[in-house]
């Protein structure tokens, strides 16, 4: 029979014992030896059923293929976007892999320009060479507001579970806000409501880790500006 050794949203260090015996399976950062499961790094326990996982606590972003991210448009050719994603390269954005209709050899400064922000998906990574797709719902040329950097491994805890976290502060603070999985944050409204927004979510950033932060988020975000 299996046994675990931690607790759900326990620290763990790389070498750690996690869980003992085969009901439990390892996943992200954890790795079997013999009948011991053990974390490969420091991180943050996620367990799933039998599935036992780690959080990053810190760490850069890598490009997934379907990850939603934010970039910045840097340069530009005949056919292509280059855009920054947080990422050591440049993510390619085609002319084809847009919604709108571009004649071959349109000016493309004309639909996105250097320092324009994006929301894009990654339609392919290869050998370090990042490609990007526009053709999809909420995929478009970001307008005013707020760009803002945390760390990627957070990301799912500022959206939440089924995005109930990121629902609270739009909800509260009124702010358009969108999310990129490469730890770009765009977020839009009225200057107080959008510093209220950015607050909360270097909140839930810092501390992403503790019990009890959805009631900690609702609690400042219901104190006077």
């Known amino acids: 029979m299996g046994e ?51 959080i990053p606590l810190n760490g850069r972003y890598f490009p997934k293929q379907g990850d939603q991210v934010i970039g910045r448009v840097v340069d530009m050719n005949f056919s292509n976007w280059y855009v ?15 919604a709108e209709f571009i004649d071959r050899g ?40 707020k760009i803002i950097k ?10 939440g579970k089924q995005g109930s976290m990121i629902t609270l502060i739009k909800e509260k603070t009124g702010c358009k806000i969108t999310v990129g999985q490469n730890g770009l944050v765009w ?3 009225e200057p107080a409501a959008e510093i209220k927004a950015i607050h909360a979510i270097n909140l839930i950033e810092q501390k992403a880790h503790l019990e009890g932060l959805t009631d900690e988020v609702t609690k400042f975000l219901g104190a006077p500006a």
């Open 4 to 54: 675990l050794h931690i607790q759900p949203k326990d620290i763990v260090v790389p070498g750690q014992i996690l869980a003992t015996g085969m009901d439990y399976l390892p996943t992200y950062d954890t790795f079997r030896d013999g009948d011991h499961i053990i974390a490969a790094r420091v991180g943050l326990v996620n367990v799933d059923g039998r599935l036992i996982k780690l």
């Open 84 to 98: 920054d994603i947080n990422f050591a390269n440049d993510a390619v954005l085609s002319s084809r892999d847009t």
């Open 106 to 145: 349109a000016d493309l400064s004309k639909i996105f320009c250097h320092g324009d922000y994006i929301v894009a998906e990654i339609a392919k990574v290869t050998r370090g060479t990042v490609e990007l797709n526009m053709r999809g719902p909420g995929f478009r040329k970001l307008g005013p507001g």
């Open 150 to 159: 945390v760390n990627s491994t957070k990301v799912p805890r500022i959206i």
């Open 187 to 189: 977020v839009s409204g």
